[in-house]
T-cell receptor
Framework: AQKITQTQPGMFVQEKEAVTLDCTYD???????LFWYKQPSSGEMIFLIY??????QNATEGRYSLNFQKARKSANLVISASQLGDSAMYFC??????????FGTGTRLKVLA | KAGVTQTPRYLIKTRGQQVTLSCSPI?????VSWYQQTPGQGLQFLFE???????NKGNFPGRFSGRQFSNSRSEMNVSTLELGDSALYLC????????????FGPGTRLTVT
């Protein structure tokens, strides 16, 4: 079965430092997408970044970058220069060729002033 | 451009009742997906609609149903409510089905007593 694993239930990072949130996925589909979403305490899910399985380069969006290692089936999110507003739950999501999202269990990030 | 809207935002129902939740996607988006989020089970995919057709369905009982209208708006219905149906129900829209990022609404918090 398709599965997303996020092994860090909670993390702390000092403001202005970089942090890496881990994600490994398990899919047999040759074509798939990997996403990261942020969910603040308000509850709304916010799209951060997308990586396609055939993309040669790692995706970047502002302070977010996705460290995609296909052979290892990992898709770690790197947040540079952390801000207090980055405190939230972060979900790694895969979308295999079955048109549905599979969510990881999430990592709760707390940015310290 | 307006985001995904969900109504109502909060709902309290009693066991055995039924409930209908509504979702209006971003203008131009034709795919709408529904998710259930609970502390115990995390985020689980319910179903996806594209062009008024159900494209995919998660592992939920038949009490959970949905539909999509010609203007892409979608409704989700839960019949014979159970205590375990208490959850945050998230709707997400995307341009089309497949490897597209989804944009989530604020959710409907359903409490079943």
């Amino acid at each position: 079965a398709q599965k997303i694993t996020q092994t860090q239930p909670g993390m702390f990072v000092q403001e202005k430092e970089a942090v890496t949130l881990d994600c490994t996925y398990d899919t047999s589909d040759p074509s798939y997408g990997l996403f990261w979403y942020k969910q603040p305490s308000s509850g709304e899910m916010i799209f951060l970044i997308y990586q396609g399985s055939y993309d040669q380069q790692n995706a970047t969006e502002g302070r977010y970058s996705l460290n995609f290692q296909k052979a290892r089936k990992s898709a770690n999110l790197v947040i540079s220069a952390s801000q207090l507003g980055d405190s939230a739950m972060y979900f790694c999501v895969s979308s295999p060729g079955t048109y549905k999202y599979i969510f990881g269990t999430g990592t709760r990030l707390k940015v310290l002033a | 451009k307006a985001g995904v809207t969900q109504t109502p935002r909060y709902l309290i129902k009693t066991r055995g009742q039924q409930v209908t939740l509504s979702c209006s996607p971003i203008s131009g988006h034709r795919s709408v997906s529904w998710y259930q989020q609970t502390p115990g089970q995390g985020l689980q995919f319910l179903f996806e609609y594209f062009s008024e057709t159900q494209r995919n369905k998660g592992n939920f009982p038949g009490r959970f149903s949905g539909r999509q209208f010609s203007n892409s708006r979608s409704e989700m219905n839960v019949s014979t409510l159970e205590l375990g149906d208490s959850a945050l129900y998230l709707c997400a829209s995307s341009l089309a089905s497949g490897l597209y990022e989804q944009y989530f609404g604020p959710g409907t918090r359903l409490t079943v007593t």
